[in-house]
């Protein structure tokens, strides 16, 4: 009987040795698992990648037009409305001009009478004084051959000795004060007035269109015409109303084509390049984009409110009129672009002594993996070498623990 129960007890022992076994093991294991660390994890993908510069702008006319009061008066008529469509040549705005009209006939009194003073100054007199001197010197010329004549005549008698040296002498006075007598009245004819006399007649004709012309500049402006077809946008005066010297009476754009001028922070001006795409939205129409490529780059930075700037301009097809002048727009603009290219996210990349890395998991380790890199975004970053398509990387610690090459992890 003791022997029988020796060998039950045996029996007994052995499994329970296997399971206490068992569960050690397993209590191991499970140990074993809990040293990883749970992470985060993203998959290299392919995909197309975009960087982009993104900030504000502001609509611009491309062809505008101001009109401004050219002198202080009153609104005589305003013969359009705000928003209004106008043809090229349409009578816009008229103001009163009776003060301009009287002031544009007193100068073209002025411009007449220094035309004519000019004219007889270069013809050397008025028309009266011309004749009188022409008349002079007809005279002139038959005293002088009068005198040449009876010079003659005496000198052949006094050869003759039929004439006395005292006449003859009297007769080549006589000559040469008939031949300076003519002289002086051909210097009336061509130089009657000096250089400096005819200088000043001059300035005064000349003053006297510069008068004239800004007097019709006057009138003309005093009537407002649409120089092209377009639209009035912006209409400050009313009819009646009085405006001073250099108002804005109105304002007319061609708004089929806008310009939008956008204002890039400085670090990012460098990345700019004349063609690169840009995408713009307004808040005021949801959903709606409008695409263009920027026709120009900055040349310089200035600054505008708290920021370094460089402002760029693109041109816009506007042909619903939606943009309109003056307005604030969001402005994308795509400094790069590659079409299926390897991508991971921004944050899985990490820098060791300048170099590029990721941490790639394998099985349930992080392996490194030096990796080269190209286009990067906001949340991505282009891999052109290193790393395939489906490759796992992790991107960061759920725990908060340090991770590395080798680390332990867990899902």
Do not use: C
Not at 22 to 38: K, T, Y
Not at 54 to 69: D, L, M, Q, Y
Not at 208 to 221: G, I, R
């Amino acid at each position: 009987m003791p022997l029988n129960g020796n060998s039950s007890a045996r029996r007994w022992v052995i499994p329970a040795l296997a399971i206490l076994a068992a569960v050690i093991v397993l209590a191991a294991f499970i140990s074993r698992r809990d040293d990883g660390v749970r992470v985060r994890t993203a998959v290299a993908e392919m995909s197309d990648i975009r960087s982009v510069v993104s900030t504000n702008g502001k609509i611009e006319p491309v062809v505008n037009f101001e009109a401004h009061a050219p002198v202080a008066t009153s609104v005589q008529r305003v013969l359009v409305r705000e928003g209004e469509h106008v043809k090229k040549g349409q009578l816009l705005v008229m103001l009163d001009d009776a003060d301009a009209r009287a002031q544009a006939a007193r100068a073209q009194a002025q411009l007449t009478g220094a035309q004519a003073d000019l004219s007889a100054s270069q013809r050397g007199g008025n028309q009266e004084e011309v004749l009188n001197v022409e008349a002079q010197m007809v005279k002139a010329r038959t005293d002088r051959d009068l005198a040449k004549r009876n010079l003659d005549t005496l000198k052949k008698l006094e050869q003759q000795g039929a004439a006395s040296a005292g006449e003859v002498l009297e007769a080549e006075n006589s000559l040469a004060r008939a031949d300076a007598q003519l002289k002086f009245l051909q210097q009336k004819q061509t130089k009657r007035y000096s250089s400096s006399e005819l200088d000043r007649v001059k300035a005064q004709r000349a003053e006297a269109q510069a008068t004239y012309e800004a007097a019709q500049d006057v009138l003309s402006k005093s009537n407002v015409r649409a120089p092209f077809d377009g639209i009035v946008y912006s209409l400050p005066v009313k009819q009646g109303g009085f405006v001073a010297a250099g108002d804005l009476l109105l304002q007319l754009a061609d708004l089929r084509q806008v310009l939008v001028r956008a204002f890039v922070d400085e670090p990012d001006v460098g990345r700019l390049a004349p063609g690169d795409p840009i995408e713009i939205t307004w808040d005021a129409v949801p959903g709606r984009v409008w695409h263009a490529k920027l026709t120009a780059v900055p040349s310089t930075v200035k600054l505008r409110g708290s920021r370094n700037v460089g402002e760029t301009t693109s041109i816009v097809d506007n042909a619903d009129l939606k943009l309109l002048p003056n307005v604030n727009v969001g402005v994308t603009i795509v400094a790069s672009e590659h079409p299926k290219a390897l991508v991971v996210p921004r944050e899985a990349i990490r820098m060791d002594d300048a170099k590029s890395y990721v941490l790639q998991v394998v099985g349930r380790t992080l392996k490194r993996r030096e990796v080269e890199t190209s286009l990067s975004n906001l949340t991505q970053v282009e891999i052109t070498r290193g790393l395939s398509a489906k490759d796992v990387v992790a991107t960061s610690s759920l725990s908060g623990k340090p991770i590395g090459d080798g680390t332990q992890v867990k899902f």
